[in-house]
C-alpha cells in the first residue's frame, strides 16, 4: 500500500500559476487528474517512472507541466496561465508500471490515489 499526499492547491487569479506536489515512494508511474461537481473526474497528465515520458490532456497542453524527482520521492504538476474551468480538485494516483517508460492515462489503470487538492481560479 502506497500513501500518496497532495499539497498546493489554493486559490489564484486567471492567469496565475500554482504548483501542486504530490509525494510517493516507490516504483510507480504517475498521474494528475482532476473532478468537479459536474463533471467526471477526468485525465490531466501523467510522467513515467524515469520521467522520461510524459503525456498531457489536450485542454492542459502548453500550460501545464508534470515532473518528478525521484530523489525525494515526489511528483509535481506546475501550472500556468490558470483559467477559471481548471477550477476543480486534483488528485495524484499511482500505477503499477510495466517499464520505466510507462504512462498511463486511464483512471481505471491507477490503483492508488491521494486525498484531492482543491485549486480554484477566479475570473
Known amino acids: 500500500q502506497v500513501q500518496l499526499v497532495e499539497s498546493g492547491g489554493g486559490l489564484v487569479q486567471a492567469g496565475g500559476s500554482l504548483r501542486l506536489s504530490c509525494a510517493a515512494s516507490g516504483w510507480y508511474a504517475m498521474g494528475w487528474f482532476r473532478q468537479t461537481p459536474r463533471k467526471e473526474r477526468e485525465f490531466v497528465a501523467a510522467i513515467s517512472w524515469s520521467g522520461g515520458s510524459t503525456y498531457y490532456a489536450d485542454s492542459v497542453k502548453g500550460r501545464f507541466t508534470i515532473s518528478r524527482d525521484n530523489a525525494k520521492p515526489t511528483v509535481y504538476l506546475q501550472m500556468n496561465n490558470l483559467k477559471p474551468e481548471d477550477t476543480a480538485v486534483y488528485y495524484c494516483?499511482?500505477?503499477?508500471?510495466?517499464?520505466?517508460?510507462?504512462?498511463?492515462?486511464?483512471?481505471?489503470?491507477?490503483?492508488?490515489w491521494g486525498q484531492g487538492t482543491q485549486v480554484t481560479v477566479s475570473s
Open positions: 494516483a499511482a500505477s503499477p508500471p510495466i517499464n520505466t517508460e510507462t504512462l498511463r492515462t486511464s483512471q481505471n489503470e491507477y490503483r492508488y
